[in-house]
């Protein structure tokens, strides 16, 4: 699957945008499911979004959906997150992570990237 790396995060106030990308320098994982996870400190870690292979299929946590929507670019090799409406409870390094199905459970996931920060503060 090639090893992914994220990119995009930073500090934001409430309310703001961020788009984080996730890129594979490897082998491309274009047939592979894609999915973005976050972890804040003395916190597990927590499924965000997914995508399908093709694109087609998007599963969504319910504390992100109708804020967040999870898309992919064949061409570039790459998977986005972009994220809207951002919250404080939104602060975590966010992770992406590549697997043969889509899936909401981090521990089906075999390849990670190394992590992005995101901070949502006043």
């Known amino acids: 699957q090639g090893q992914l790396v994220e990119s995009g995060g930073g500090l934001v106030q409430p309310g703001s945008s961020l788009r984080l990308s996730c890129a594979a320098s490897?082998?491309?994982?274009?047939?592979?499911?894609v999915g973005w996870f976050r972890q804040a400190p003395g916190k597990e870690r927590e499924f965000v979004s997914a995508?399908?292979?093709?694109?087609?299929?998007?599963v969504y946590a319910d504390s992100v959906k109708g804020r967040f929507t999870i898309s992919r670019d064949s061409a570039k090799n790459t998977v986005y997150l972009q994220m809207n409406s951002l919250k404080p409870e939104d602060t975590a390094v966010y992770y992406c992570?590549?697997?043969?199905?889509?899936?909401?459970?981090?521990?089906?996931?075999?390849?990670w990237g190394q992590g992005t920060q995101v901070t949502v503060s006043s």
């Open positions: 995508i399908s292979y093709s694109g087609r299929g998007t």
């Open positions: 992570a590549a697997n043969n199905y889509l899936s909401r459970n981090a521990v089906d996931y075999r390849d």
């Open positions: 490897g082998r491309t994982f274009n047939n592979y499911a």
